[in-house]
């Protein structure tokens, strides 16, 4: 008499965490950066943000050591090529995309800053989302 012998296969996930990428199990902060600038100037920091969960979320708020106010702006052009900053009170993180935080766009804004930002010097920002929570994320400053 035959036997079938089950056939059990054993699935092992392996999940990779990049020390590099903040992620508090659904949104993800890659590629961060801020322009250089001095004391007293306003800033501008950019990173890509990756929604990997089904559900959508909004970042409401940043805050930083190194500025007076951090906040979400957009930048846009309009008809007449005259360019300005729009402050958003929140940024849609729909489920399952990537928002892209860069030059001529979304950026958070630096406003009044109590130090320089040279290259090469870092910094923490931390992000309040509506569902996530909060994620701190290291920024370097460096040239563009
Ligand atoms: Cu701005």
Redesign the pocket.
Known sequence: MKKITPLFILTIAILIVSACAPTNGTLTVTDSWARPAQAGENG?VYFVIENGSASEDALLSTSTNVAEVAEA?M?MVDANGVAS?QMQEAVSMPARETVKFKPGGL?I?LINLKQDLKAGDTFTLTLNFKEAGTIVIEVPAQEP
Request: proline fraction near 0%.
């Open positions: 501008a702006h930048s900053m950026h804004m």
